[in-house]
């Protein structure tokens, strides 16, 4: 007698997508060749360290910076991030008067290209239904307390239109070259529910 | 250093928690570039899933993003609801049937 062990089948929700792509690969709709090559892209390529090298960039190089309120497509173009959806990008600069917040109050659209796939809380109700209405609050949770001189602005993302915000540059990081000021800038600070902390400099302490 | 609420690791880590969100995620983004379906249809239907599910307490995000892929495909006219049902059962049947160590083809007649 044979005693064959058979297979456990996925869960359903694998099922459901191993029948799309046996359908979708089937009738030439999809190359699973190009769907593995965007994975590869999603998952090891593109995530928060392009966007902070933009924001590097905009700290170190006044024409960039100009560039980057200009068109900021363009100008995150030139660092080689280029959108997948066609997508518009806008950059939004933090100041001593004007703190930005993102969002995307329909769905998850979020900036790819500079930033990667969005976290977990950016996706969720509580972020998307609260941010809007009560920003500080919010961002208090996340321990970011904006001072009350401080105006915060929300803006909602769009399948078309995608922000990126560029943090304030700490002090102490006069002395840093790009890469070095690349390497303090977090993804929640590109978000807008993030500030850079200091930098202790100098002193050698 | 301070830290916030959230995870500030610079590090994208691992956007998927199971392979099947990856690759239906993927499959969305390969179906767009193809033309299938502009990303403004694709952002206003994963919404429409995104509402549905909130409205009965379920914040499962790629089942979201996977109902949003099914629908498209259905409007679109690529294959049906009951198709991929059809097609998802026999997948089912195969591992089933496959004795284990040996790999798993989808047995059934081509369309």
Known sequence: MSEHRHQDPPSPMALRVKALETLLV?????????????????????????????????????????????????????????????????????????????????????????????????????????????????????????????????????????????????????????????????????VGTAVLPDVDGGTGT | MTRTGSDVSLEPGRPFDEPWQAEAFALAVQLHRQGVFSWSEWSATLGAEIAKLEAVGDEDYFRCWLNAVETLVARKGLASQDELAGIAAAWADAYRDTPHGEPVRLGRPAP
């Open chain 1, 26 to 190: 089937e009738r030439g709709v999809v190359d699973p060749e190009a769907v593995d090559a965007i994975l590869d892209v999603y998952e090891h390529q593109v995530g928060p360290h392009n966007g902070a090298r933009v924001v590097a960039r905009a700290w170190t190089d006044p024409a960039f910076r100009e560039r980057l309120r200009e068109d900021a497509t363009a100008a995150i173009g030139e660092l080689g991030f280029l959108g997948m959806q066609g997508e518009h990008m806008v950059a939004l600069e933090n100041t001593e008067r004007v703190h930005n917040v993102v969002v995307c109050t329909l769905c998850s659209c979020y900036p790819w290209s500079v930033l990667g796939l969005p976290p977990a809380w950016y996706k969720s109700h509580a972020y998307r239904s609260r941010v809007v209405m009560e920003p500080r609050a919010v961002l208090r949770e996340f321990g970011l307390d904006v001072p009350e001189e401080v105006e915060v602005r929300v803006w909602d993302s769009t399948a078309e239109l995608r922000y990126l915000v560029v943090p304030r540059r700490p002090a102490g990081t006069d002395h840093l070259d790009e890469e070095a000021l690349a390497a303090l800038v977090t993804r929640d600070s590109m």
